[in-house]
């Protein structure tokens, strides 16, 4: 994946052959448990949400989690090999998990497409996105990230829409209609309660399985 010119400003504050890592763990770092690498991409998915891709530097992240530099060391190579990182955990918790999890459950498609629906809002997948996609306004690296994830989604969205019986352009708006909304819907609309929003969602999908003449396309189960 390339970089680009425009992602010098995120290297990170070593060299290539870190000539400033810290080897030692002090006190701070034997408080409690030594920190593992999702503390780290966790914090930084946290600092980019509130404070934007520019605050996520190694010695905010370190003052963040009350532990030194050496530890981020024990993880990652640099700031790049953390932003890398951030990417590829983006796209496996709110993506590829989700999809996994839903194959598992072999329901119907009708019934998949809302547990797809029900999970994106469970994870809170909507929320995390927003960020990511502000990242990838200015950054070539977290935009091939994207538009990497947005294939991903919309063609798992578009197979369950042919699965329950449409085809080309049919498949392919019903896809781009459902993935735009729910991504789009916490930005917009305020939350409604549970019960609201399980009428909304019912309705919604109905709408999207319903053909020209008004009825479910055949091969819907």
């Known amino acids: 994946m390339q970089t680009g010119s425009l992602l010098h400003p995120y290297r990170g504050v070593c060299s290539a052959i870190q000539t400033c890592m ?42 963040r989690l009350g532990v030194t530099r050496g530890s981020f060391y024990h993880h990652f190579t640099d700031r790049e090999d953390l932003l890398r990182a951030m990417l590829d955990y983006w796209e496996k918790r709110w993506t590829v998990d989700i999809r996994e999890q839903l194959i598992a459950l072999q329901l119907p498609a009708a019934d ?47 197979s369950l829409f042919e699965a329950a019986g449409f085809s080309g352009i049919d498949a392919e708006n019903r896809a781009r209609l459902l993935l735009y909304y729910e991504m789009s819907d916490p930005a917009f609309f305020a939350s409604l309660d549970p019960g609201s929003e399980d ?22 189960h």
Not at 199 to 220: F, K, V
């Open 199 to 220: 009428q909304l969602l019912d309705a919604r999908l109905a709408l999207l399985l319903q053909t020209a003449s008004g009825s479910s396309p055949p091969g819907r």
């Open 112 to 158: 998949m497409l809302r547990a797809l629906v029900r999970s994106i809002r469970d994870n809170r997948a909507a929320e995390h996105d927003a960020p990511f996609r502000a990242w990838a306004l200015h950054d070539p690296l977290a935009r091939a990230a994207l538009q990497k994830v947005d294939a991903l989604r919309l063609d798992y969205i578009r």
């Open 22 to 63: 810290v080897d030692h763990v002090t006190a701070a770092d034997k408080a409690g448990a030594p920190l593992a690498r999702t503390d780290w991409l966790t914090a930084a998915i946290e600092t980019l949400g509130d404070d934007g891709i520019a605050a996520v530097s190694i010695v905010q992240l370190a003052n």
